[in-house]
């Protein structure tokens, strides 16, 4: 790739529940240190369904959808976590969409961590391990959706400071 379309990126991966549950989360953070971004986010998700529909709102009414959501919540593998994390680097988003490979496991390159680890379930279900953002655009989205700017180690977006009445959390007791 030339020098003038070097870019500056970051993207959002999850480790979805079938990766966590084959134990394949250092084997996947691996593949992706190849790649020679930093993280600088991460954080493990027990992903509420309200979440799961807004990540996937582009691909609500598909017959799919369903599965999907139950899927990325971890329902299909008694394992109600995912991993997220934001890569940042030079060409992060298309470097990151290769070391995870095709969308379809059977069709991904093998050395990729969706061609290794991924497969599909008798039922159609597309089990890959894995997603990267597509694009600069559903990157940003994606790392607002699941990261607050304060979990981020470096700006990313402009933010502003707000206070908050009533908001209730929950502290170490």
């Not at 600088?40 to 996937?56: D, N, T």
């Not at 959808?65 to 030079?90: S, T, W």
């Not at 961590?113 to 894995?130: F, L």
Request: proline share 5%.
């Amino acid at each position: 790739m030339s020098k003038s379309k070097d870019k500056m990126q970051s993207t959002l991966v999850i480790i979805k529940p079938d990766g966590l549950k084959k134990s394949l989360t250092g084997n996947i953070l691996t593949k992706l240190s190849e790649g020679r971004l930093i993280i600088i986010a991460a954080r493990v998700v027990k992903v509420p369904r309200e979440l799961a529909e807004e990540h996937y709102k582009q691909l609500k009414g598909k017959p799919f959808f369903e599965d999907l959501i139950l899927y990325i919540q971890g329902k299909h593998h008694n394992c109600e976590r995912v991993m997220a994390l934001v890569y940042q680097g030079v060409n992060a988003i298309d470097l990151v969409r290769s070391i995870a490979g095709s969308t379809n496991p059977e069709e991904a390159d093998p050395t990729s961590v969706r061609g290794a680890y991924g497969r599909i379930t008798t039922k159609g279900v597309y089990e890959n391990v894995i997603h990267a953002s597509s694009d600069e655009k559903e990157s940003e989205r994606e790392i607002k959706l699941w990261f607050r700017p304060e979990e981020i180690v470096v700006p990313l977006y402009p933010t502003l400071k707000v206070t908050k009445k009533n908001v209730h959390v929950l502290e170490w007791a």
